[in-house]
T-cell receptor, first 111, second 114 residues
């Protein structure tokens, strides 16, 4: 059975801090790993990673995948209160767009 | 460009009842997937519809069924509701030919079973 494990499950930081969120996975037919941000209800897409060692970057957020060690990290630099959310990691199988999600990391950024 | 829309946003049912949730995909999308998200958990895949057929199914009992209409909209039906069915039900749409895991999610339907 496919499995995605995220750590930490919750994290509280101050504005300006840098955070690293972790995601490890076990999946039979790996196609891609995705990160989503969920502030209230609808998860919104952040990154999709398919190749090892290639960093994806968007503003203060960046992510990288290690397919040998089966994990990914999501970095957020100079955190802001608007970064407070649940960050979800998911893996996609080669069979299609079915996603297996981890439990998520609840990030709280205090002013 | 309308995103994914779901209805109703909130509903309360009692055990044993039946519920129907509705989803309209993002304009131009042809594939709809449904996820169940319990409080404090990540979303769990229920099933996916494409060309009006169920294409993939997660580990959910037959009480969970669905339908896709010719206009690509979809319904999720849950029969014989249990307390454990209380959750946020998320609909996500995508375009099959693009073959990407990037899904567009709706705001969800919050179901409470008493």
């Amino acid at each position: 059975e496919d499995k995605v494990v995220q750590s930490p499950l919750s994290l509280v930081v101050h504005e300006g801090d840098t955070v690293t969120l972790n995601c490890s996975y076990e999946v039979t037919n790996f196609r891609s790993l995705l990160w989503y941000k969920q502030e209230k209800k609808a998860p919104t897409f952040l990154f999709m990673l398919t190749s090892s060692g290639i960093e994806k970057k968007s503003g203060r957020l960046s992510s990288i995948l290690d397919k040998k060690e089966l994990f990914s990290i999501l970095n957020i630099t100079a955190t802001q209160t608007g970064d407070s959310a649940v960050y979800l990691c998911a893996v996609e199988e080669t069979s299609g767009s079915r996603l297996t999600f981890g439990e998520g990391t609840q990030l709280t950024v205090n002013p | 460009d309308a995103g994914v829309t779901q209805s109703p946003t909130h509903l309360i049912k009692t055990r044993g009842q039946q519920v129907t949730l509705r989803c309209s995909p993002k304009s131009g999308h042809d594939t709809v997937s449904w996820y169940q998200q319990a409080l404090g958990q990540g979303p769990q895949f229920i099933f996916q519809y494409y060309e009006e057929e169920e294409r993939q199914r997660g580990n959910f009992p037959d009480r969970f069924s669905g339908h896709q209409f010719p206009n690509y909209s979809s319904e999720l039906n849950v029969n014989a509701l249990l307390l454990g069915d209380s959750a946020l039900y998320l609909c996500a749409s995508s375009l099959k030919r693009v073959r990407t895991g990037e899904l567009f999610f709706g705001e969800g339907s919050r179901l409470t079973v008493l």
